[in-house]
């Protein structure tokens, strides 16, 4: 019940072109579901986050949708740039108000944009 | 960068041995928290610290302890070391009440 599935597990796109990442949860406890990206030899950052309220929330080129009827959410890159390329991680957790969280990762995406 | 450091970057020992992990928190972050990133079990939460106590728990071996010290540096301890604990092993922080948690780069270890 604690477990985000993620997938695909690669993805390539074109230049220009539009990734989309899916997830899916169970635990209906979650409250909170950010997506992290990680380039080689570094941390994972925040990119986007949602809460289970709000359907959709766009920030740039980034967006994510959120069906909480589904228990699922992805993620969309418009425009994708060879600069998008690395592995995107969802996540979600409980008690993320309280400041004192787990988060549960998914297995990642490696995303490649073709020039 | 996050504001988050630690170290060492890389660390090779071997079976049967000890490390720390340091970790220097966001100025003003109270959380510390401890990941490790391994191929075949992804991003795994293993406990996380909040002004010096303990305040999760996730999936972190009994070998395995850490600690956050009065001025909110954390360590994180591994001992008897195996094979299967080679992994990148990260640290983040974050605000009271904040969401978002910032991690660090990471230290990669070894064990040969």
């Known amino acids: 019940q604690q477990q985000v599935k993620q997938s695909p597990q690669s993805l390539i796109v074109q230049k220009g072109g539009i990734s989309i990442i899916n997830c899916a949860y169970e635990?209906?406890?979650?409250?909170?579901f950010p997506w992290y990206q990680q380039f080689p030899g570094k941390g994972p950052a925040l990119l986007i986050a949602i809460r289970p309220d709000v359907s959709e929330k766009k920030e740039g080129r980034f967006t994510i949708s959120f069906n909480k009827s589904a228990k699922q959410f992805s993620l969309h890159i418009m425009d994708s740039q060879p600069g998008d390329s690395a592995t995107y991680f969802c996540a979600a957790s409980i008690g993320s108000r309280t400041g004192f969280q787990k988060l549960v990762f998914g297995t990642g995406t490696r995303l490649l944009v073709s020039p | 960068d996050s504001g988050v450091t630690q170290t060492p970057k890389h660390l090779i020992t071997a079976t049967g041995q000890r490390v720390t992990l340091r970790c220097s928190p966001r100025s003003g972050d109270l959380s510390v928290y401890w990941y490790q990133q391994s191929l075949d079990q992804g991003l795994q939460f293993l406990i996380q610290y909040y002004n010096g106590e303990e305040r999760a728990k996730g999936n972190i071996l009994e070998r395995f302890s850490a600690q956050q010290f009065p001025d909110l540096h954390s360590e994180l301890n591994l001992s008897s070391l195996e094979l299967g604990d080679s992994a990148l092993y990260f640290c983040?922080?974050?605000?009271?009440?904040?969401?978002?948690?910032?991690f660090g780069p990471g230290t990669r270890l070894l064990v040969l």
């Open positions: 983040a922080s974050s605000a009271l009440g904040g969401e978002t948690q910032y």
């Open positions: 635990n209906t406890a979650f409250d909170y």
